[in-house]
């Protein structure tokens, strides 16, 4: 067994998308290398056509694809498979009244993409907070290492409207 195979069913039960997001286990597997270890996978929905089914998002920590469940026929499609490198304009935001995160980034094709993971309860969003943090913010710190001067801007915006986890400091930053 594979590392992708060993870390995708947890990184996908953590978020409490396991069982429907096995039916799109075929068209990760054919984005992601054997040995990129899956991070978070989440159920999301695109905050500009609600209505357009159900979009799975996987990062590893190289990739993010995106796949959709149409409505009305379920058709599996492949949305967005890249590398995180080409990624630019990573923003995320969190909402702890309805449970959640909203990840937005613009592909290197300079399409603004935008996802919004339902989760269901605050230290879970915080949990997930984490994990793009560190996979995205991780890749920038590979991106200035690797490029020598050309780094794909990476920001995190953190928008916490209810009480910050004392491991937190003011805005969200991390505390050393």
Do not use: Y
Request: with cysteine.
């Amino acid at each position: 067994m594979d590392v992708f195979s060993r870390t995708f069913h947890r990184a996908a039960e953590s978020t409490g998308s396991a069982p429907a997001v096995n039916r799109h286990l075929p068209i990760f597997r054919s984005c992601v290398d054997p040995d990129d270890p899956a991070v978070l996978v989440a159920r999301c929905v695109r905050p500009g056509a609600p209505l357009s089914g159900d979009w799975f998002l996987l990062l590893t920590r190289r990739r993010m694809v995106v796949t959709q469940d149409t409505r009305p026929l379920h058709r599996l499609r492949l949305h967005l498979n890249a590398n995180l490198r080409k990624l630019s304009d990573v923003t995320w935001g969190l909402d702890l009244s309805r449970p959640g995160l909203e990840l937005s980034v613009t592909a290197m094709d300079g399409v603004r993409e935008r996802f919004r993971m339902r989760l269901g309860d605050s230290a879970t969003v915080w949990r997930v907070e984490a994990l793009v943090r560190e996979s995205l913010c991780a890749q920038e710190v590979r991106n200035r290492s690797l490029e020598a001067g050309r780094v794909q801007p990476v920001h995190a915006g953190v928008v916490a409207p209810g009480p910050v986890p004392s491991h937190l400091g003011p805005a969200g930053a991390q505390m050393q």
